[in-house]
C-alpha cells in the first residue's frame, strides 16, 4: 500500500538519523505527544537509534490513558445496567476501573460490544428500538468528529433509544499544561498529525509563541518521525520556535472545516479531568445544550460516581513526562499489562506497555549489571 | 463447496430443530442424508458405539481441539476444513502421521442445513486430502440463542515413526528457526468479514494439512527438534512458548519474515502486530544449524513450503524471552499476547 512501506524504508530511516547526528550539537529534550507515536518509536526501535544528544519524552496523547479512572467506573454502571447495549472501541475493555474492567462487566452478563465505528453503534441502536445503546465517545480531536456525527445523525432521525458517553480531550490545552509544570523538561513538540489532519495548524503558532518553543507536525510511521525529530532539532539548534508541517500529506492549515463544523455544532468547550494529571481548564469537549439530551451520563444518573486513583500508580508523572515508566517503583512488579494499576500500562498507545512490551530486554539487563 | 442441496429425506426442514439431537430418527436421517454423503469417501462409519480399529504399531499421539470460530465461512475456508486440518496439524507436529478423527457436532437450533451441509463437505475434502479418515462422530443440538451455529471438536490419533523425537524441550542454542510460509493471512481473512469490519480484500486463510510437509522434512534424515503450528497467538506465541519451555532465547529478524503486503497493510490500519496474528496452515521448525539448509531447501520444494524461510534462531542471552530485530535496526520485546487481539483506538 502507497504511503505505509515508502515511510519505512531502512536506508531513508538511516540518512535521516544520520543528518539529525549532524545538526544536534546539545541534549534536547522533545515530547511527542500522541500515543501512537510513542507506540511507534519502541516498535521500531527508533529512540534507541537516535543521537544520545535526543533525549524522547513520552506525551499525554493517549486517549485511552488519560481517560479518568472515575469515567471508567461511570462506563462500567451503565454497562452493567439491564437493555443497555454498550459499545466501545476494542482496547477501553481491558481499562481497570476501580472493582472490575468491561471484560468482566461482559462475562457477568452485561452487553459490551466492541465496535470498529462509532456509527456501528447508531445501528445497533436502530436495530434494538427496546434497547438503551450508549457508545463510549472518548479520546482527542482526532475521534471526536465520528463521535459527533452519530449524535447529529440521532437527532436528525429521532433516535432516542442512543446515546453517548463524552470524555472528550484536546491537545493544545495539555500542551499548555505541560509547559506550565515547574519540573517541565520539553524544549519541543512533535504534534499529534491526526488531530491536526482534523484541527489544522492554527492552535498552535501561539503556543510556540508564547512558550518559545517549537512545534513540528508529525505522522506516525518512522520515517515521519524522524522527520519530525530532525525539523525540531534544526529549529532548537537556531534557536526558532515556529509552528512547521511535517506531514503534509495528510495535515493542511485549515484542517478538515465540514469537521471543524461539526464539533463546534455538537461540542462545547469544558474543564476536564486527565487520568493522573488532574483538572485542566478548557481542555475537554461536552455535548453542547442543543445535543444535551443524548448525554448518557445525564440519562443514567451516573454523574455522582467520583473516585480515587491509586496512590501507588504515578503514571500522571509519566505522561507529563516527568518520569520514564521503568522509574516507577511499581513497574513490572505490583503493575503490568497483566494487572495493570494505570491506564498507561493497558493500552498499546501507553507509555508504561510500551516500555513493557518491546523494552524489558535492556530494562532487565540493566538492572542486572 | 457451494453445490450441497438438501436431499429428499431432510427437507421437511431445512433447519436445525431440537429433534435432530433426539438420538431418535431425525438424529439418524442427519447422518445417514447428511454427514455421510458430505464426508464422502473420508467416512469410515459402522455407526457403533465406538469406532474398532486395527491395532497400530509404534508410539501414538491422540490431540483434541475445539473449533469455534465466527463467520462459519470466510475466504478461504469454513469451520469444517478448520476442525479437520488443526487436529491434523496438532498430530503432525509432534511428527505423527494423523490417521483417524473423530467428529462432534454442537449445532444450534435454527442453523440452515445448507450451512452444515456445506461443512461437511469441507471437512470430507480436507480429510481427503490429508489421508485421514473420520471413523466415529457425535451430534448435539442446543437451543437457538444458545451456540453460534456450529462448533465442533474433533479427535485425532496418529503414529509417530522410529527415531522421530519432536517436542520444544529439544530447542537448543545455536538451533535455527524456519517458518514454512506467510504469516497472518488466516487470522486478517477471518477479521476482514467480522461484523461491522468488513474491509475488501483478497486474503484468503491458508487452512491446510500440514502433514504432507513434515513427511517432507522427515524424509531428509535431519534431526528436526521442534515443530509448531502457530495458531492462535501467531508466531510470537508460538516462540514464546518455546523459549519459556527450552530455556533458550528466541531472535528474529523482521525483515526476513514472510509476510504478504496485503496483510501487513490491514494490520497496519487495524493497529495488530501480525506477529500475534492466528494462521492455520504454516508451521515453524527448530532444527540444529548444520541442518537447517537440508530441511529448508524439502520444505521449499513442497506446495505448502515454497515461501519457507529461516526467520531467526536460539540464543543463550534473554532465555525465555523473543526478541525481534526491527527493520530500522533496534530490537524490541515480542511477549507473549494477555488475551484477546484488541483493534486500537486510533
Redesign the interface.
Known sequence: ?KY??EF?D?EL??RLLDSIREVATRPWAIMEVCG?QTHSI????????LPNEIEMIHGPGC??CVTPLEVIDRALAIAALPDVIFCS??????VPGSSADL?RIKSAGGDVR????PL?ALTLARENPDKQVVFFG???E??APANAMTVYQAKRLGIRNYSLLVSHVLVPPAISAIMESPQCRVQGFLAAG?VCSVMGTGEYPALAEKYRVPIVVTGFE?LDILAGIRRTVMQLENGRHEVENAYPRAVTDEGNTAAIAMLRDVFEVTDRSWRGIGMIPGSGWRLSDKYREFDAEARFDVGGIHTVESTLCRSGEVLQGLIKPHECAAFGKQCT??NPLGATMV???GACAAY???????L?AASHA | MDSWTCPVPLRDSPTIVMGHGSGGAMSGELIEHLFLPGFGDAARAEMGDSAVLAPLSGRLAFSTDSFVVRPLFFPGGCIGDLAVNGTVNDLAMSGARPLYLSTAFILEEGTPLSDIGRVAQAMGAAAGVAGVHLVTGDTKVVDAGHGDGIYINTAGIGVIDDGVDIRPTRAAVGDVVIVSGCIGAHGVAVMSCREGLEFGTTIESDSAPLNGLVTTMLATGADIHVLRDPTRGGVAASLNEIARIAGVGVNIVERNLPIPESVSNACSLLGLDPLYVANEGILVAIVAATEADAVLAAMQSHELGKEAAIIGECVADHPGMLVAKTALGGNRVVDLPIGEMLPRIC
Open positions: 500500500m505505509l512501506e519505512s531502512p530511516a538511516r501512537g519502541i516498535r521500531h526501535g527508533i529512540d534507541q537509534l486517549p485511552v472501541f476494542g482496547d477501553m475493555l481491558r471484560f466492541v465496535v470498529y465505528s456501528d472518548i479520546g482527542f482526532t475521534t491526526h518512522p499489562p497483566r493500552s498499546s498507545e513493557y512490551l518491546y523494552r524489558r530486554l535492556e532487565t
